[in-house]
Each structure stands twice: as structure tokens, then as C-alpha cells.
């Protein structure tokens, strides 16, 4: 028994993304847009994360608990995280119903320049 992409997405729903945390807000790194791809062939699976900043002290934790989670599906051999340090995210790659949720707890300020 195997197991595809689905499921791997699911799994990584485990996987809340520190800095949401930090909010009180929990999101995980599929419903904040950090998982730009998922593949899977004959049990190798291969995860691309994007980064929410190029500075993101978080990735060895986040990649770690992919790594784990996804390594738990029924079928999976080998589990390969890449992160892709080039590509930009934007706060409108979240889960509308999460960026809902975060901008409760830190709403934008607008200032009015004149």
C-alpha cells in the first residue's frame, strides 16, 4: 500500500508553521502556502517548501517534523525536503481562512501619508 500526494498533504497539516504559533494562532505550512509542490513515485517522496522570509530561523525545525510526519505514511521509503530560498511568499498564498484567523489577532495598521 502506497500512498500520494493527498495524503502527503494531509501529513503535513501536522505540521504548524513556529512563527503562527507564536501569534496564538496555530497554522499549518500546507494552509499557510509554504508547500509549493508534493511528489511522490514508488515511495520516494519529495516535499518543496517555500519560506515566508529568506531569514526564517524556523526551516531546520519545519523541515524536521515534515520529514517525520511524512515519513510515518504507510509505503514511504525515503523523504526529501527541498526548500526553495528563491521563491517569494506572499501573505495571499495562505488559506483564506487562515490569514482570516491571524489578521483577528494582528489586524494591519494603515497610515495615512499626506
Known sequence: MSCGTDEVRDALRR???????????PVDIVAMGLVQDVRVDSGEVTVELRLTSPFCMQIGLITEQA??????????T?????????AEWM??????????????VRPLSLTVIS
Open 15 to 25: 505540521v504548524a508553521d513556529p512563527c503562527a504559533v507564536a501569534t496564538g494562532v
Open 67 to 76: 520529514r517525520a510526519v511524512v515519513g510515518e505514511l504507510p509505503g514511504v
Open 78 to 86: 525515503e523523504v526529501r525536503i527541498e526548500v526553495d530560498h528563491v
Open 91 to 104: 501573505p495571499e498564498d495562505m488559506d483564506p481562512e487562515a490569514r482570516a484567523a491571524l489578521r483577528r
